[in-house]
């Protein structure tokens, strides 16, 4: 059924256009690179806390440009990957949060997108897009009502809980990376790895099976990346690395707990060792990028899925609590965590390099969205951008002429809150009625509501927001009621007092 409709895609695609477009002749490789759970602060290059380490990446920024407003799409891994991945926001799917997993088998993802352009696509870590735990309305669409826990409603989901082959793996495997457009995958989280291709760079041999593959679950991240990379260095790729860090459980290696013998609470020195990790495998990236001559002609976006979890009380939370929400990581200087529409929660570190195309050093304040890459990975290759994608194409704003990426409006709804960003004005409306405007190029951004002062503005706000909202699914602003938690959020917070 997938590719049924794939095909009809492209095929409705070739008669409108009239004749397929050709792939570059010097297309450039692709890499994104999805951090899990890390907030701003804990990219050094902002300079918001001391105690960060990241010079690779912070080289990454000194290379090529700098996003002091990145936005994700959603303060939640699942439904922010979806609008990653699609170039659209999530709800016009029908995806607004985790239990609508899994992201729908007729989504046009950017692997088959860059596939159809002459590309390799690989992916490499967390893929967080097929059925979960949550997933009961998918589980009863596919009868599978017996797997449902009825003492505490759940369906065990692969994300959660590996299966052997039985009827809930069976169904699962329809939405794995290989069913999504990926020709290369090295798909798992910790351990357990869904693979057709070795950390050695060799071809697996069907049947595809779940292995055991040994060590620190970052470090195996950034193997199976170089082995791609190794095995696909002559021919144009697109490679999607999700690494499962400084996402809880939290877990590191003396090697690189030992980078920060400061005194500091022990969730954040396991959650900056692991973002140090991170920053290792993207310098040893670069280094294979430069020794092949590819480096130049290789885009790298890096960002995150959303904003730190703080669960408010950071440095309450022992460290031995395994499932605690709090990874170490930091969202200064801004307000909220994961789950907010704050920026805290949507507002997440975010650069963009392209040696051979953007001028290094740029610094760019005017917001971006994680949904302009893939408009802009398709322009790189050549490609028509589709009119159903949200995002823009970045390149002509970041090449080596000039910075000229344009104000625009972004939106977001998740849960029961609604929130849009035009220029530096900012309106949140919570589905209990309650709405702020705030002013972020102000030092004090979403820590002062300015709606009394400026009724105007907010209202002219409110009407784009309601506006937009009608377009998704399901419609309307206030689609969903506010639960226990957001509210918990914005009275810790007061964001909209």
Not at 12 to 28: C, L, S
Not at 122 to 132: I, N, R, S
Not at 147 to 176: A, C, M, N
Not at 333 to 359: A, H, Q
Request: net charge negative.
């Amino acid at each position: 059924m997938k590719r049924i409709l794939q095909n009809l895609f492209f095929l409705v695609g070739i008669i409108t256009a009239g004749v397929a477009q050709e792939r570059k002749a010097d297309a450039p490789n692709v890499i994104v690179i999805l951090m899990d759970d890390m907030g701003y602060a804990d990219l050094g290059i902002y300079g918001q806390e001391k105690d960060t380490n990241t010079p690779y990446l912070d080289q990454l920024a000194l290379d090529g440009v700098l996003c002091t407003a990145g936005y994700i799409t959603a303060p939640q891994c699942a439904p922010s990957r979806v609008g990653l991945l699609t170039g659209k926001h999530q709800q016009r799917a029908g995806f607004d949060a985790i239990p609508d997993l899994p992201m729908g088998l007729d989504q046009v993802t950017i692997a088959e997108r860059m596939k159809e352009a002459g590309y390799v696509t690989g992916m490499v870590g967390k893929w967080h897009l097929c059925p979960g735990h949550w997933s009961i309305p998918w589980a009863y669409e596919n009868e599978l009502d017996e797997h449902i826990s009825k003492e505490y409603p759940r369906f065990p989901g692969q994300e959660f809980l590996l299966t052997d082959d039985g009827p809930v793996e069976e169904k699962l495997r329809d939405y794995y990376p290989s069913q999504q457009g990926f020709d290369e995958y090295f798909y798992g989280r910790s351990q357990q790895y869904w693979r057709n291709f070795s950390l050695t760079g060799k071809t697996l041999g069907t049947p595809i099976k779940w292995e055991r593959e040994e060590g620190f679950r970052t470090d195996i991240k950034t193997e199976a990346a170089l082995s791609f990379i190794e095995r696909n260095k002559t021919n144009p790729f697109f490679l999607y690395l999700a690494y499962y860090a400084p996402h809880t459980p939290l877990e590191s290696t003396p090697e690189y707990l030992e980078r920060f013998p400061e005194e500091m609470v022990e969730r954040r020195r396991y959650g900056l060792s692991m973002i140090s990790a991170v920053d290792d495998g993207v310098g040893k990236i670069r280094k294979l990028l430069q020794e092949n001559g590819i480096d130049e002609n290789t885009i790298i976006f890096f960002l995150s899925d959303n904003g730190a979890p703080l669960d408010m009380t950071m440095a309450d939370e022992p460290f031995n609590k395994r499932f605690a929400v709090w990874d170490g990581s930091k969202n200064t200087p801004w307000i909220g965590e994961k789950g907010m529409l704050s920026e805290g929660g949507i507002r997440v570190p975010f650069v963009v390099s392209w040696p051979g195309t953007f001028k290094g050093g740029q610094v760019c304040n005017q917001p971006v969205s994680a949904l302009d890459i893939m408009p802009t990975a398709l322009a790189a290759a050549g490609q028509n951008i589709p009119e159903e994608l949200d995002g823009v194409d970045l390149i002509p704003s970041f090449s080596k002429k000039a910075n000229t990426l344009q104000n625009r409006d972004l939106f977001w709804r998740f849960w029961g809150q609604g929130a849009m960003r035009r220029d530096n004005w900012k309106y949140v409306h919570l589905s209990d009625g309650r709405n702020a405007l705030f002013d972020l190029s102000t030092d004090a951004h979403e820590a002062k509501n300015l709606i009394d002062k400026y009724p105007e503005k907010a209202a002219q706000l409110q009407i784009a927001l309601k506006e937009w909202s009608n377009e998704l699914t399901p419609r309307g602003l206030n689609a969903t009621p506010l639960i226990e938690k957001e509210q918990t959020w914005y009275n810790f917070y007061q964001l909209l007092e």
